[in-house]
């Protein structure tokens, strides 16, 4: 993975050694297929930027057994502007980034919330299969 670079576009939130999300800046450039998760990540996150004409040939991915540790959470904010709290596992807010247009962040480990200003459109993608609205999610009391 790409190391926390501010001037890359890419930095990481910690609360102390434990990184509980990534954030990734629309500036990101890349060549090609460039990755920005490590292996060990289950939501490997990537940008694709390829010269004019490229053709992916047609292919499939194989089953492989997957150990999900906890739920990764990907947010794209296509449109508009949100606000994201970062927090700890024990529920202390650690950093609040303003996320807009083209800005994305992984959510690794500890929690998250979020105000979305109005109008915006946002794009979530984790693991499934969805375990249902009374176990998707766990609030802090």
């Known amino acids: 993975m790409a190391k926390s670079n501010p001037a890359s576009g890419i930095r990481e939130i910690k609360n102390g050694n434990v990184l509980l999300a990534v954030f990734y800046s629309k500036i990101?450039?890349?060549?090609?297929?460039?990755?920005?998760?490590?292996?060990?990540?289950?939501?490997?996150?990537?940008?694709?930027?390829?010269?004019?004409?490229k053709e992916v040939a047609l292919h499939a991915h194989p089953e492989q057994?997957?150990?999900?540790?906890?739920?990764?959470?990907?947010?794209y904010v296509e449109k508009g502007e949100v606000e994201v709290t970062v927090a700890s596992a024990d529920w202390r807010p650690?950093?609040?980034?303003?996320?807009?247009s083209g800005d994305s962040i992984?959510?690794?480990?500890?929690a998250h919330g979020m105000k979305i200003k109005p109008g915006s459109r946002l794009i979530e993608v984790k693991q499934g299969p969805y375990p249902g609205k009374a176990n998707a999610k766990k609030f802090q009391k």
């Not at 297929?33 to 490997?44: G, I, K, M, R, V």
Request: charged fraction near 25%; avoid cysteine.
């Open 28 to 53: 990101i450039k890349a060549d090609g297929a460039t990755f920005l998760t490590p292996e060990e990540f289950s939501l490997q996150v990537g940008i694709l930027e390829h010269p004019d004409g």
């Open 65 to 75: 057994p997957r150990r999900i540790r906890a739920t990764e959470e990907f947010l």
């Open 94 to 100: 650690v950093e609040t980034l303003t996320l807009t």
């Open 106 to 110: 992984l959510f690794v480990s500890g």
